[in-house]
């Protein structure tokens, strides 16, 4: 799993949802045009991750997943959040489960995602920033969230 990156898990969750709604026939508890209120989540969300991978190329600081940081990013949507990137595919991933009806299935696949995310990928990079870093990383974790 350490070269699977998170934008293709991403990607790949998107589709087990597409597929999990359609395929398996879960049933959808949205109807009537309420799911579409989610769109804007989902931008929301694409928009964070979005954000926060274009700070890191500003700054050229390395946005890859299992490489070594060069630099400690702490301004714009990392000031209130240490994972915009992963928080945006999150919040799009919860809105496409809501777009796609609320099935159980795709609420469940959202929340898969997210204990991964959480689990491997960002307990991997607190680690490795913590040895980089050290009491500046400490600091900054204190003052700003893990998710919100």
Known sequence: MKKLLPPVLFLFFVIAMAVACSLQGSPHHLS???NLLAVPFVLLGLGLSFMGSSLFRKIGTNIMTFG???KLVTSGPFSWTRNPM????VISLFALAFIMGGAYSSLA?????????DRWYIAFEEKVMRQKFGADYDAYCQKVRRWI
């Open 109 to 117: 696949l959202a929340v898969v995602f997210l204990v991964i995310t």
């Open 86 to 89: 992963y928080l945006g595919f």
């Open 32 to 34: 009537g045009g309420y």
């Open 68 to 70: 070594a940081p060069d």
